[in-house]
């Protein structure tokens, strides 16, 4: 790591040594520079709150947005806390219910893919090998961050408790290799992202939007026939969470094209609608519309109308 990352580093060690009580104080005092001071992509998250959910009232929008602003603080110093947090303390705050199927799939000799959204805290659904029995390759596709050292922090918070991250160019190979070699595996999809304009091949109305999705989760499902499942999270108090697997497929090459993904953004819409303030508003999830996409495809076909004729000219 260089200078500035290492430092980082051990500051968050540091962290992470004090109490949640503690943190939690920092993370009130993180929070008013943030929402009052900063006012950090307060105009994005008002966006998308309003057009989200336009039935509410100003007032009502107004408290999901602090409540969103004090969660992600929340989020930040329970992400640190990370770095040192015991087996024990992590499994007592994060509790997974309907693991027991997903360890009787994995006894069968199947796997399983599980799609995830970015409902705070995502980062302890880490934990989730503390809980399964069986012998199984388990993991979570991830985007790798710009500076590599923050990416490979990252990497270490993620993969303490046995889990591995996967890059996601890297995803269908590994899960590919997985399959042929007969390796069980359960592998977390947080695919509520924004496709590239190239990765875009279906939209779906998504909090009463017309939204560009991802559906590499689903393909790749159906290419190994794994089980399909979606993970539902809740927050139980301040600090402890609840996450409910929820059965989408049995094998998913037995599903129809899409329904995987139209389905998943169904149960991320409810989820929103009972605890919208755990979703991760501060991401510009619908900069891609079907207008810019539309005049994007036009564009390239123009493109490849004219070097063609240039390449007739040229044999002419």
Sequence with gaps: ??????????????LSLLPFCVLYILS???????????GYRRKVVRMNLRNSFPNKS??????IERKFYKTLCDYFVETIKMRTI??????????????????????????????????????YITSLPLHLKCDAEIGQIYHPLENRYFDMAFIKLRERFGSSSIAMAHTLRRIVDFHREKKNFVIGFIADQ?????????????????TPVFTGTEKIAVRVGAAVY???????????????????????????????????????????????????????RWK?????????????AEDKRRLVERAKQGKG
Excluded at 28 to 38: A, H, Q
Aim: with cysteine; net charge neutral.
């Design 1 to 14: 790591m260089n200078f500035f990352c290492r430092i980082v580093w051990g500051g968050c060690y540091v």
């Design 288 to 300: 891609r519309t079907r207008e810019g996409y539309a005049k994007r495809e036009q564009k390239r």
């Design 28 to 38: 009130d005092i993180i929070y008013f520079f943030v929402y009052y001071c900063i």
């Design 230 to 284: 979606y993970l539902s999270m809740s927050r139980v108090r301040r600090g402890y969470f609840k996450a409910t697997f929820l059965k989408m497929a049995d094998d998913a090459s037995k599903t129809e094209e899409f329904s995987l993904t139209n389905d998943y953004f169904k149960l991320v819409e409810k989820d929103l609608e009972r605890e919208p303030w755990l979703w991760l508003w501060t991401h510009k």
């Design 194 to 210: 924004v496709p590239t304009w190239e990765a875009i091949n279906h939209w779906v109305t998504f909090m009463h939007q017309d």
């Design 86 to 123: 015991s087996e024990a303390e992590v499994k007592r705050r994060m509790e997974f219910v309907g693991v027991d199927d997903i360890n009787e799939i994995l006894v069968q000799g199947k796997s399983v893919v599980v799609y995830i959204a970015h409902s705070m805290n995502w980062e």
């Design 58 to 63: 100003s007032e009502e929008l107004k408290l």
